[in-house]
């Protein structure tokens, strides 16, 4: 029986090309949620980004939060698990960022800046990903050593993650858009997050569910009792389901409640 499902945000719950929340998933969740389902969203982003789950918040619809890849977990008012970078780790990336001049996103517990940012930081956040709040700058120079810093999001390519890979001693890098990546502690991710989550509620994992599109995703979709791959997500995020719906804009959230009987 699912008692607890963990949502993803971009490609998930939210579609990439309107930028909102179909109303058959707000009214799939709405019922879900009245039969008794704890709702949980699991995201790469930060909450000072979450800018378009109003139809959802408006509805008291959401139990908790598993932010920044699971580095962050909270409910309203009770921080469930938090776990920052090593400091060590935060000073070589943005070094190296620094270095190539790499635009590269500073997430603290309460806060969030981008040093070097450029066009394409604005045409993937703002424009691709409708994030609508001023992300202020940051001079590389200007992050303290003893300032924690729960992930970081490098416009990295493949190569030059792999070039910096193996001078990082306590780090997780999950990739989710060609462009840019995900810098977490090692061990944070959303499968991290959902043990955690589950723990404060007194919820068992066979009685979880997952429903994710992107790489980020594939930990907790493999974890959960029942994991669930939108039909737009890639074949590596598929392959790690035990359930493929359909898209975002064509239901795919309510689509997979009504398969699995939990509306």
């Known amino acids: 029986m699912v008692k607890a499902l963990f949502l993803d945000i971009d490609g998930t719950l939210v579609s ?3 930028h909102r929340i179909p109303s058959s998933a707000v009214d799939a969740l709405s019922e879900a949620k009245a039969a008794g ?3 949980f969203i699991a995201t790469g982003r930060p909450f000072v980004l979450i800018n378009n789950l109003k139809p959802l918040q408006e509805h008291r619809l959401i139990d908790g939060y598993v932010t920044m890849n699971g ?5 309203d008012d009770t921080v469930i698990y938090k ?3 090593p400091a060590d780790d935060v000073q070589t990336f943005v070094r190296y960022c620094a270095e190539k001049n790499i635009p590269n996103i500073i997430v603290g517990e309460k806060d969030i800046a981008v040093c070097k940012p450029d066009a394409t930081v604005h045409a993937i956040f703002h424009d691709f990903l409708g994030v609508d709040i001023p992300i202020p700058t940051m001079e590389p120079e200007d992050i303290c050593p003893d300032k924690e810093v729960y992930q970081l999001t490098p416009f990295v390519s493949q190569v030059e993650e792999n070039e910096i890979r193996p001078a990082l001693k306590g780090c997780e890098i999950n990739r989710w858009h060609p462009a840019f990546t995900d810098v977490t502690a090692t061990g944070n991710n959303k499968q991290k997050g959902i043990d955690e989550v589950i723990s404060h509620f007194n919820i068992c994992l066979e009685d979880t569910m997952a429903i994710g599109d992107g790489g980020n995703d594939i930990p907790m979709l ?3 009792g029942i994991g669930i791959a939108m039909g737009n997500a890639d074949d590596a995020v598929k392959a790690s389901a ?3 719906t359909s898209a975002v804009d064509e239901d795919g959230i309510a689509k997979a409640l009504r398969h699995f009987g939990v509306i």
Do not use: D, G, N, Q
């Not at 580095?71 to 409910?75: E, H, N, P």
């Open 16 to 18: 990439f090309h309107t």
């Open 37 to 39: 389902v704890r709702i």
């Open 71 to 75: 580095s962050y977990c909270f409910t």
């Open 83 to 85: 776990r920052p970078l």
């Open 222 to 224: 493999r974890h959960a």
């Open 242 to 244: 035990r359930y493929v």
